[in-house]
Nanobody, 116 residues
Framework: QVRLVESGGALAQPGGSLRLSCAAS????????MTWARQAPGKGLEWVSS???????AYGDSVKGRFTIFRDSANNILYLQMSRLKADDTALYYC??????????RGQGTMVIVSS
């Protein structure tokens, strides 16, 4: 069964860090580009970061220098390391199959709330 399951969302303080995980099943992350996207309350889906099958990465301007996308190919898990969190990072985060993709296969999302 092809499936993505996100986890790791939590309440974090401004300036703090979180690591999100996306466990993939039914296909190999090593052979697929993957994307992290987010949807803030009352807003549309926003692209955050992508990683290609060869490991190239791309980041949205709002997270560049603060977030890092990477994968554990052995365990088929995609990660998003988030640091220097801001209130504007509050959103439901999804992993999506595809390069800079907002419409591919995605999971149920994991909620990140940044607040003091």
């Amino acid at each position: 069964q092809v499936r993505l399951v996100e986890s790791g969302g939590a309440l974090a303080q401004p300036g703090g860090s979180l690591r999100l995980s996306c466990a993939a099943s039914g296909f190999s992350l090593r052979s697929n580009a993957m994307t992290w996207a987010r949807q803030a309350p009352g807003k549309g889906l926003e692209w955050v970061s992508s990683i290609s099958s060869d490991g190239s990465t791309a980041y949205g301007d709002s997270v560049k220098g603060r977030f890092t996308i990477f994968r554990d190919s052995a365990n088929n898990i995609l990660y998003l390391q988030m640091s220097r969190l801001k209130a504007d990072d509050t959103a439901l985060y999804y992993c999506v199959r595809g390069w800079i993709s907002l419409s591919g296969l995605r999971g149920q999302g994991t909620m990140v709330i940044v607040s003091s």
